[in-house]
């Protein structure tokens, strides 16, 4: 059978239990496992707070609208952000009438902060930060330049689960506002779709509470009103109905026990990987800054055909991909073509390679002997 480049493993008797659980009580909405989750990830990251979402993307959106209205930020006024990404990182940024800027990267293939700093201008308000398949890049200098410019920072952590330095997770350092990590389906901690929106600040957890349940506030009335009043609510925003529900919310706690056993094994692969590539000088690895602790979400190579190498490659019964994509590239942000080249020719010469918990010593082995082969 064909090696797949992403395959995620679900312990499914253990998370088959914790459905069959919200199916007999009855509880498959928001609440119950969805506060479990919630409790249990605060506790494995470290965060204040947590708030269980059915996408990353949809906490991204979240973040950007909340600084916005907290912030008074006006449509037009701009966010720095990578061009290397998943497209629903700088998605969420036009969800609100902003503008991406896009900076370039650097060798971990994170934003360069010396390129942030440059893109600054009297409109921007916030950067966005992806830890690239794991890494943390420099967002340590990215959090000087926004406490200097006095903009706010936002981490897109949708590779980052399980991502420690020094044992701690990079979305809780101070002058990080908000970390959002993503659980969907070929994510380190996968479920079907879900993600987590963890804020530094307690108001604006609180406002994403109502924000993703449609703007409801319960609380006006069950402070004052018990009994019959049980049912009535407040509604103070045009929310969205974004939270998550149980069942997803079974299968994360189930998965998340596993996180770290896991991102170890796909720790020992990239060493594997590592080794296997370094003599070869037509190969450029992508070198990861606190590697011991990286989630290495995904294992890239940079090299001359990347085309070639994928037809090839394919043709062996070995599937590899692309992330990703510049994404000045895309229709509705050709307008920052230009403003990123590093990452643009890079991009064009990105190979994913297979990493993954179903993958053998003897496959990664096999993989190694072809990709030097080929290029
Ligand atoms: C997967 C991903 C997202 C979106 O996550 P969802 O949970 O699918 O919405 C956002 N940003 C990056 C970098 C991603 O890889």
Redesign the pocket.
């Known amino acids: 059978m064909a090696i797949q480049v992403l395959k995620p493993k679900f312990h499914v008797e253990e998370c088959l239990e914790g459905v069959r659980e919200c199916l007999e009580k009855g509880w498959t909405g928001m609440g119950f496992k969805t506060v479990e989750m919630e409790e249990e990830w605060k506790k494995y990251t470290g965060h204040k707070y947590a708030y269980y979402l059915n ?3 949809v906490g991204l959106h979240l973040a950007v609208k909340i600084l916005k209205m907290n912030n008074g930020w006006a449509d037009g006024d701009e966010i720095i952000s990578t061009p290397i ?2 497209v ?2 700088n998605l969420a940024i036009a969800y609100e009438n902003m503008k991406p800027v896009f900076a370039d990267v650097d060798d971990y293939l994170c934003m360069d902060p010396v390129d942030v700093e440059k893109k600054i201008t009297p409109k921007t308000k916030a950067v966005i930060f ?1 830890g690239y398949g794991g890494r943390v890049g420099q967002l340590d200098k990215i959090i000087e330049i926004c406490k200097k410019h006095n903009l706010k920072l936002i981490l ?1 952590a ?2 980052m689960s399980g991502t420690k330095v020094n044992g701690v997770c990079p979305g809780t350092w101070d002058g990080v506002d908000v970390t959002v990590y ?1 659980f ?1 389906a070929v ?1 380190n901690l996968a479920t079907g ?1 879900s ?1 987590m929106i963890c804020w530094a600040d307690e108001k604006s957890a609180e406002m994403t509470r109502m924000l993703a349940w449609c703007g409801i506030n319960k609380d006006t009335y069950a402070r004052s009103n018990k009994g019959t009043y049980a049912w009535k609510y407040d509604v103070d925003y045009i929310g969205y109905k974004y939270n998550g529900n149980a069942i997803m919310a079974a299968i994360a706690l189930t998965q998340l026990k596993y996180l770290d056993e896991e991102n170890a094994r796909r720790r020992q692969i990239v060493n594997m990987y590592n080794e296997g590539f370094k003599n070869n000088p037509k190969i450029k690895i992508i070198p990861a800054p606190h590697a011991d602790e990286c989630s290495y979400h995904l294992y890239e190579l940079i090299v001359p055909n990347r085309e070639e190498l994928l037809n090839k490659l394919s043709d062996d019964g070995i599937n590899c991909g692309v992330h990703y994509r510049d994404n000045t590239e895309y229709s509705v942000f050709a307008f920052g073509d230009g403003q990123a080249p590093k990452a643009r020719e890079v991009s064009q010469h990105l190979i994913t390679m297979p990493l993954h918990m179903w993958l053998t010593d003897d496959d990664v082995k096999t993989i190694i002997e072809k990709v030097n082969q080929y290029v």
């Open positions: 996408s990353n993307t990404t998943f629903s990182t992806v897109d949708a590779h993503s969907q994510k779709d993600g």
